[in-house]
């Protein structure tokens, strides 16, 4: 498979090795060591990381400023960018701007409601939606294209993703949905968390059978559970979240001080299993406020040491 | 139809109380029929505002009246001289009638006595729900006869995002998820295979994006 970026990212997925990707949250501040720190935990154990944009509304320290952050320690980004808050004016600027950094990956989303969040009195923008925001990247990149059709001096190099969840609604239009994005121009794929692990084999079915697993790269979402509060919660308050109740029993029947590990163990041996679904093409290990364990899931998953490229 | 909801009483009092002569006046056409500042609307919230008045101990003399429709000149007509009499008109029409019945009034204050909220139907008594937001640009063709643009808290083109869940929408479960209504009458009409089809970058010129909208229609003008 030939690359057409200088993305590490792409560079391992078209060696044929599984990825491993990760993320951190930029902070509700300025320090850039809250940064930094988490990203000198992780970042010998995975390929990429994703630094998420505003994630549930809340409002934090911007996303390019914080995956240039990490580009300044010699890390890989992936800039994760929502249509939520951001005209195409500012999308395509703020594209520019990362590409100036040479940032070569970036993930398309439209982003949590603003009701989540701590402005939920304000607006939300939406000028494009996440499918089109990947048409924006690509036509920026392949054709050196502004929207308006003027020529970008110098375009983007950017890996192109998105974000899937086969386990939101309707299920029937889950693949046609992956196929829309893949047509859109979606060239690797970070999942939604994955508990329900037989529902993802049946998607990643409907995915091979349409051939797409070829077209575009996917990386399985895999977030562990600190204890059984948080698999209720996850389970009950979030969105479009499938967690089976046999994962919120394991956790519960689980004496308290040992749920954390517990929660670790369910992830590794996700990974396992997930490693033999054909089409998944590696993982993106979303530890929430729990970076430190990354490490752990990815020697214990046998994914360590990450290759060099 | 144009939906509105009538402001709390203590707003509407904050506006009025050191006024002297008060006309209430309701719009009979889209605010009647959500029961919000029709004629009848207008003599209920007279009637409220007067043992307000009175409660208070404030002389304030509040009248009601109400033509058909507070956004054409012709049913003024019979108005004006109602119109005349107080030194401040509370409109309970939509923000149309509002400001069409202050260009009237020349100096006069008018307020607002209702809050307009959207443009939409009559689900079923006392149920109104939004369907359109005038966006300039309807794609209700291709969207199976539902509007995305009205109907998603995102107003996603090529949707339903990550957050639908059970046919409902991530930021109320009590609000049904416009993609998923869109794939369920896509799929009814036989056309499911027109979900994959990539919805082009709306323009939203047409939109308030684009600024203040008109429209000529110079062989009806005179």
């Known amino acids: 498979m030939s690359v057409k970026t200088p993305s590490k990212l792409e560079m391992i997925l078209s060696k044929g090795h599984l990825a491993v990707t990760s993320e951190c949250g930029p902070p509700r501040g300025s320090d850039p060591e809250a940064i930094t720190k988490k990203a000198e935990l992780i970042k010998d154990y995975v390929d990429a990381i994703n630094i998420t944009d505003n994630q549930t509304s809340m409002t934090r320290m911007c996303s390019l400023a914080a995956c240039i952050r990490l580009k300044q320690m010699g890390l890989e980004p992936v800039l994760q960018m929502v249509t939520r808050d951001r005209n195409r004016i500012a999308l395509q600027s703020d594209i520019l701007g990362a590409a100036s950094f040479d940032i070569n990956n970036i993930l398309c989303l439209s982003g949590d409601h603003q009701s989540f969040g ?135 029947d689980t004496p308290k001080e040992k749920q954390a590990d517990e929660g670790i163990k369910i992830c590794v041996e996700s990974i396992q299993r997930l490693k033999e679904v054909p089409g998944v093409k590696g993982f993106h290990i979303m530890a929430i406020e729990w970076e430190e364990k990354v490490p752990e899931i990815v020697e214990k998953a046998g994914l360590y040491p990450r290759p060099e490229v | 139809m144009i939906v509105g909801d009538q402001k709390p009483l203590e707003e509407i009092w904050e506006m009025i109380k050191n006024q002297k002569k008060v006309l209430v006046f309701g719009c009979n056409t889209c605010v009647a029929v959500c ?19 009175k409660q208070e101990g404030v002389d ?50 008018v307020l607002p006595g209702l809050n307009t909220t959207f443009m939409g139907s009559v689900d079923s008594p006392g149920l109104f729900t939004e369907k359109c937001q005038g966006c300039g640009q309807c794609i209700l063709a291709e969207t199976g006869g539902i509007c995305p643009v009205s109907r998603c808290a995102k107003r996603v083109m090529n949707g339903p995002c990550g957050g639908s869940t059970k046919g409902k929408c991530e930021i109320n479960k009590e609000l049904d998820c416009a993609w998923q209504l869109i794939v369920d009458r896509l799929k009814a009409l036989g056309r499911l295979d027109d979900y994959e089809k990539l919805a082009p970058i709306k323009d939203w010129s047409n939109e308030r994006s684009g600024g203040p909208r008109k429209i000529v229609r110079e062989d009806l003008q005179v």
């Open chain 2, 35 to 53: 029961h919000t500042g029709g004629n009848k609307e207008a003599e209920i919230l007279g009637s409220m505002l007067r043992m307000k008045a």
């Open chain 1, 118 to 252: 701590d402005c939920a009195k304000g607006q939300n923008v939406h000028d494009i939606d996440s499918m089109q925001l990947i048409q924006t990247v690509r036509r920026m990149r392949d054709d050196g294209k502004f929207l308006g059709g003027d020529d970008i001096a110098r375009p983007p190099r950017m890996f192109v993703g998105a974000a899937a969840n086969p386990f939101a609604d309707p299920f029937e239009i889950r693949v046609p949905r992956l196929a829309k994005k893949v047509n859109a121009g979606a060239e690797f794929i970070q999942t939604q968390c994955i508990y329900n692990l037989d529902k993802f084999e049946e998607w990643m079915k409907g995915v091979r059978d349409r051939g797409l697993h070829e077209k575009v790269a996917i990386l399985a979402g895999l977030t562990p559970m600190k204890s059984a509060g948080m698999a209720k919660y996850m389970k009950n308050r979030v969105p479009g979240m499938d967690v089976p109740d046999a994962i919120v029993k394991r956790l519960s």
């Open chain 2, 60 to 109: 304030i003399d509040i009248k009601d009246s109400g033509i058909e429709r507070q956004c054409e000149h012709e049913f003024y007509e019979k108005a004006m001289e109602t119109l005349e009499w107080p030194d401040v008109v509370l409109s309970i029409a939509c923000g149309v009638g509002v400001q069409f019945t202050a260009e009237k009034l020349g100096n006069k204050p």
